[in-house]
């Protein structure tokens, strides 16, 4: 597509309920990541993909967050057992690759909030 | 570890004001700088960035200084407009195998006529 592409846009859930965000990254770009950004902070790196794989999970908050990648390109970032302080923008990113001259493009975000 | 720092919001200016938007970082080695933009209901755009000390990023009229001495970053726009009201996060890029990105809180520019 002509950008990345996530949903939902915006999600209420109730505490202890799992969800899942999808993410459709642009077409051809081999590199995906997670970002989260909690009010009033930063964004904070949660996970990349190269290619299906993810060679690094030590920015998932916890083992309730779990994402996977399949066919070099849908990504679904799962929250599991939703907790309040899980409320956040989750943001998706993609590039042509990995390296520092590839531009990082991000999507628009899907709003969670953990009622 | 890394981190940006960026001056808090809301920064409020007139049409063809000047902006500066501080900046500074925290890192080892010799990170990659950026600042992006997220104008209301868009995702965030790549504004302008700079690899090494002294290199200069500009785009839009944007300008952005990479200091190493000072380990600043500071935008800097001549004269704004109403169009460029959205939230500027500034940003580092850790070398680790892949772009890490840091990003500092965001600063949100509103620009009245």
């Known amino acids: 597509g002509a950008g990345v592409s996530q949903s939902p846009s915006n999600k209420v859930t109730e505490k202890g309920k799992d969800v899942e965000l999808r993410c459709d990254p642009i077409?051809?770009?081999?590199?995906l990541y997670w970002y989260r950004q909690r009010l009033g902070q930063g964004l904070e790196f949660l996970i990349y993909?190269?290619?299906?794989?993810?060679?690094?999970k030590s920015g998932l908050p916890s083992d309730r967050f779990s994402a996977e990648r399949t066919g070099e390109s849908v990504s679904t970032l799962t929250i599991q057992r939703t907790q309040q302080e899980d409320s956040a923008v989750y943001l998706c990113?993609?590039?042509?690759?990995?390296?520092?001259?590839?531009?990082?493009?991000f999507g628009e975000g899907s709003w969670l909030t953990v009622v | 570890g890394n981190s940006v720092t960026q001056m808090e919001g809301p920064v409020t200016l007139s049409e063809e004001a000047f902006l500066t938007i501080n900046c500074t970082y925290t890192?080892?080695?010799?990170?990659?700088l950026f600042w992006y933009v997220q104008y209301p209901g868009e995702g965030l755009q790549l504004l302008l960035k700079?690899?090494?000390?002294?290199d200069k990023g500009s785009n839009k009229g944007f300008e952005a200084t990479y200091r190493k001495e000072t380990t600043s970053f500071h935008l800097e726009k001549g004269s704004v407009q109403v169009s460029d009201s959205a939230v500027y996060f500034c940003?580092?890029?850790?070398?680790?195998?892949?772009?890490?990105?840091?990003f500092g809180t965001g600063t949100r520019l509103l620009v009245s006529p």
């Open positions: 990113a993609s590039s042509p690759g990995l390296g520092d001259g590839n531009t990082i493009y």
């Open positions: 077409s051809g770009h081999t590199a």
């Open positions: 993909f190269q290619g299906n794989s993810a060679p690094d």
């Open positions: 890192a080892t080695g010799y990170p990659s």
């Open positions: 700079a690899t090494k000390a002294d």
């Open positions: 940003a580092l890029s850790e070398r680790d195998g892949f772009q890490k990105l840091v």
